[in-house]
């Protein structure tokens, strides 16, 4: 059996090492005024009290959302668009129309990247692909989502005032932008080691408002491998931290790990469990949307590996695979997960 | 004025120079009864009679095309699904669940990309970064459009009847994979050695009946951009050859590459133009979608390459980012190209 194992950095069956060191350079987060409001409040570059960000649609305020995001990242490291060769965006929305109308300004050659909720995953993939391998010096992911143009999108228009599960989770009105770079500064935040990417895992389940289930089985898959891929326990990471399982779906991420003889329990944090305060903010299940893990992402989980306090994380997005016209047409709901590893730099 | 100009690989503002040769392995294409009616009708590996492709959904009829491009990619080239390493999977639906539906069974980790009908030159290029890199030994690419879901999603469920201008395009079914592999056989079809990646070019057009129009001008600033990265005349290449631009589109194109001192008439193709007998087949402006540049990608162009009639491509699938939401809420229907240049082996 072969595993693409003529590829120089190939690690066992669904990792890459990277080779050349990949650095985090800079990275800015934009949240809504409900994720302002939350635990992680003040850790955030920017709280907009207008959920509208100033525009006059849903989508127009995601877009601009990201548009904000990636100004403030080109901000905090001094640089400009010209330095970044490429861009790696996406979003929730059909066509991914929020990054197709957010980034367009910037004037920079885009790859759209599609992989729900785990887009910031595969995004910062494919951006340390492209700088590790030589063909770009600088690039920039940037990640968004909307609680109002999610709801839209995929489920009921707000003003529609429909009811939603104790399973449900909300999605998190923000955008963040990370700039990865093959060239070392005083003020990297973290180092990109190496990756996971995730296979399509479908457990059948069809419950749109119960996708932390969904997503469970493709988080168990991407984790699961990487330990083994790289011969590691959970305790070689500080922290296992994945998107937006939420609390119906860590329960059952757990026990799936379990059942392989693996516990993470320990290192175990979500950042859709992180982001809302679940006694004050009537979140259901927890955060959800691509914008969750990459805005936790940029404004804690990079801030405790650049201050030292932790040594290397294991950083799972995780994406429920599904749209209007799939749940509709009574079809399951498949997950997917692309993990990264994120190390301190030893100053 | 930098351009990520510390990546080895960096060629220009915007292109990257291969620097280990990635092949193109195989590929093959499937399409539906109206494509097979056209001139190129024989070439395609297989045209169903049957548009639902056996299935009870247009959803699920476009994920059989991608499951049937791929399972045939494996055979045509004798290769399983574990020596792929990657899948780099894109379609036009909301979500991309074409891709999400149609792959799962493979269990090969994936990346789902979204360029509109760029997404053929967006997945290639992202292949061969995957592959150059020392990343991946191979990697399939693999794309579709239907005609039936493409009205559903963007324009008018089909029963409804609606009449469509002649500056319309009519969307290909079909789906086509490639294997791009750092390994040369004696069967390899084609080289990958350079690509373009574009930008988001938006001239305020609005009529998404007029794709072709609206898609050209980020046409010219690929072909253009490619040009002066590398210094090149158009009569380098054999043809130079856009995705969907149709016939209205091509008049736009070949005028602002003309404004720019560029005459590339002598060697343009547009793959929308060739799939449908105009005469006879009422397609107005031309095939559209990213199945159409990708099925004559596979079953015309890399023919050409692999028979040595032509020595160097310039492949531009060309994309309109526009949704229904965009277009309803009134926004302009910006454009994206993505160009990848394939050569001939010499053996």
Known sequence: MLYGDNAYFAIGQQSVLVPVPVFVR?????????????????????????????????????????RQAVSMTLEKTSMTPKEIRYLFAGDLLSQSMASSFGLQDFNIPLFGVYGACSTCGESLTLGTMAVCGGFAGNVMCVISSHFASAEKEFRYPLSYGNQRPLSAAWTV?????FILSSEKTDNDLALVTSFTTGKIVDYGLKDSFNMGCCMAP????????????????????????????????????LDLLNEKGLDITEQYMDCGMEIYDPNTQDCHAGGSGC???????????????????????????TGALLSKTSYNEGNTVPGIA???VLERINR
């Not at 009105?173 to 932008?177: I, K, V």
């Not at 990459?294 to 294991?314: D, I, M, P």
Request: aromatic share 8%; hydrophobic share 40%; charged share 20%.
């Open 26 to 66: 800079g990275s800015a987060s934009i949240v809504g005024s409900k994720e302002g409001k939350g635990p992680m409040g003040e850790l955030f570059d920017v709280v907009s009290e207008d959920d509208y960000i100033g525009c006059d649609s849903w989508e127009a305020a995601e877009s601009c959302l990201q």
């Open 218 to 253: 493709a988080a168990a898959d991407t984790i699961f491998r990487n330990l083994k891929d790289f011969q590691r326990h959970p305790c070689d990471y500080d922290k296992i931290i994945t998107g937006d399982l939420g609390k119906v779906g860590k329960t059952v991420l």
């Open 338 to 340: 692309h993990a990264i």
């Open 291 to 317: 914008g969750c893990a990459a805005v936790v992402l940029s404004a804690y989980v990079l801030k405790q590996l650049a201050s030292g306090n932790w040594h290397r994380v294991l950083f799972v997005p």
């Open 173 to 177: 009105t923000g955008s963040a932008a």
